[in-house]
């Protein structure tokens, strides 16, 4: 009798703890899409901030000292976030404009 409460128990501990590691699984993984949609659409918002002020002070042929500040950080973040290259040339000709005074 005490035999079969043990293999009982066993069977009973055996499944909830691959239940509950099974949803802790299904948990990160979760996670992880989320935080891949919330990366991309950062970067995607970043990207177009990005364009609208290089193709902006790129006309201008300068660009005001607080502007290259806000566009170094935001394509420093644009960077960490996987950015590709084409931000890249943009950045080239963002830090060779005069700065406005």
Known sequence: MDELLIVGTQAVL???STAFFGYIVWLLKEDRK?????TNGVQCL???KLIE???RYANLKEIPSYALENWNNMY???K???GN???????KEIQALKIAC
């Open 76 to 78: 420093s973040a644009y």
């Open 46 to 48: 970043l990207k177009v």
């Open 80 to 82: 960490n976030l996987g």
């Open 85 to 91: 290259g084409v931000i890249t040339q943009m950045d």
């Open 34 to 38: 989320e935080k891949s949609a919330t």
């Open 14 to 16: 055996t499944a909830f």
């Open 53 to 55: 002020y290089h193709d």
